[in-house]
T-cell receptor, first 113, second 114 residues
Framework: GAGVSQSPRYKVAKRGQDVALRCDPISGHVSLFWYQQALGQGPEFLTYFQNEAQLDKSGLPSDRFFAERPEGSVSTLKIQRTQQEDSAVYLC???????????FGPGTRLTVT | GNSVTQMEGPVTLSEEAFLTINCTYTATGYPSLFWYVQYPGEGLQLLLKATKADDKGSNKGFEATYRKETTSFHLEKGSVQVSDSAVYFCARGREGGATNKLIFGTGTLLAVQP
């Protein structure tokens, strides 16, 4: 079966541009997570959805970051007015409700120049 | 605070050598613990997990035991192969609350030489 997919795989943005990163979770997975992974670091939690409801956005670093999952399936992470410190790999993960196991996508590597 | 600390890499071993990657966590309770692996050019994959104290997770010859006394979850393998070369991440689940988010360590690069 298909795993979690993310697009684009690589994105280069000029400072100040807006970007949108897409995540297609595994079909039927209720939970969806976004993580940010800086170079040489472990992933850090950004936000969590249960179906279409965003239940936790405590990890979003600023109000320039916005995530949505309007129909409880595909999710988009949007970063407005990108800054150099936003350069990282953005990981999406999905899972079944109530279980800790999360299935990760390949990530989108964002480089802000 | 709640965090995960794992040994820094890179760890370089010869094929068939014994592997240990240390991981300790801080928590007020007993969170689930995980090891994830990231092979070159691939996404994170769950390697093994343990959901309560004294549980042993195992997969592909790797093992880790949930030790509440030492708040540790060290990863071990008796005989590594070149194909085990990857970055290994220790992680813990969050206690309580609605979010099953994971808190990761910084990762340990393992390089196995033939």
């Amino acid at each position: 079966g298909a795993g979690v997919s993310q697009s684009p795989r690589y994105k280069v943005a000029k400072r100040g541009q807006d970007v949108a990163l897409r995540c297609d979770p595994i079909s039927g997975h209720v939970s969806l997570f976004w993580y940010q992974q800086a170079l040489g670091q472990g992933p850090e939690f950004l936000t969590y959805f249960q179906n279409e409801a965003q239940l936790d956005k405590s990890g979003l670093p600023s109000d320039r970051f916005f995530a949505e999952r309007p129909e409880g399936s595909v999710s988009t992470l949007k970063i407005q007015r990108t800054q150099q410190e936003d350069s990282a790999v953005y990981l999406c993960a999905s899972g079944l409700q109530g279980l800790y196991e999360q299935y990760f996508g390949p990530g989108t590597r964002l480089t802000v120049t | 605070g709640n965090s995960v600390t794992q040994m820094e890499g890179p760890v370089t071993l010869s094929e068939e050598a014994f592997l240990t990657i240390n991981c300790t966590y801080t928590a007020t309770g007993y969170p689930s613990l995980f090891w994830y692996v990231q092979y070159p050019g691939e996404g994170l994959q769950l390697l093994l997990k343990a959901t309560k104290a004294d549980d042993k997770g195992s997969n592909k010859g790797f093992e880790a035991t949930y030790r509440k006394e030492t708040t540790s979850f060290h990863l071990e393998k008796g005989s590594v192969q070149v194909s085990d070369s990857a970055v290994y991440f220790c992680a813990r689940g969050r206690e309580g609350g609605a979010t099953n988010k994971l808190i990761f360590g910084t990762g340990t690069l393992l390089a196995v030489q033939p």
